[in-house]
């Protein structure tokens, strides 16, 4: 079994699991989180990803993948290696119920105007949402790190960034240099409410 297949079979078994987690004993564990996530997950890290209010599967889902080494990450690998699935999801449950801050990003006015057309062309709302809110494993991309979405989609372009069912990686293969610049910025600065 190919290692995306694996990822997307215990994500779905997580899916049940996160619904059981407990929050406050993934709180009493946050702490080493917020060093680089920010504080309550609102990173200000232009290179971090905020997690408050992320949906907590993705965030278990996202765990998992850097225990198993499937996605790699100085930070995050080594502080992930040794969570139990116990801990992620309570880890998961904890940040999904955290309230994520306005983007204090402000897009340009022909990048909002041109984002939202490029985000149907490619896809990006059929799993993201219109409004960029995320569901299930997929995440939140509204008001993001503007250069964390950006290195992301450029991995996704590379096939250097896995997911789970190949379909980011198939989006972004279309995307031009430029249309990536217009899609983060527009995303970035989308409000998260």
């Not at 060093?35 to 599967?57: E, K, R, W």
Request: hydrophobic share 40%.
């Amino acid at each position: 079994m190919s290692a995306r297949a694996l990822v997307a079979a215990a994500a779905l078994a997580m899916a049940s699991a996160v619904s059981a987690a407990d929050p406050k004993a993934g709180e009493s564990k946050a702490a080493v989180c917020f060093a680089c996530h920010g504080a309550g997950g609102n990173s200000t890290n232009p290179v971090v990803p905020s997690i408050a209010g992320q949906p907590a599967q993705f965030i278990s889902t996202s765990l998992y993948t850097f225990r198993e080494g499937n996605r790699k990450d100085p930070q995050m690998s080594p502080i992930a290696a040794n969570l139990s699935n116990t801990e992620m999801n309570d880890l998961a449950a904890y940040f999904s119920t955290l309230k994520p801050v306005a983007s204090t990003h402000r897009a340009s006015a022909d990048n909002a105007q041109a984002g939202p057309g490029l985000a149907e062309k490619f896809k990006c709302t059929q799993c993201h949402g219109r409004r960029m809110l995320g569901q299930q494993h997929i995440p939140r991309l509204a008001g993001q790190q503007f250069e964390y979405l950006r290195a992301q989609l450029r991995g996704f372009k590379a096939g250097t960034r896995i997911d789970l069912d190949a379909k980011m990686s198939e989006s972004a293969q279309g995307l031009s240099d430029k249309d990536i610049e217009i899609l983060v910025d527009y995303v970035a600065g989308l409000g998260v409410q």
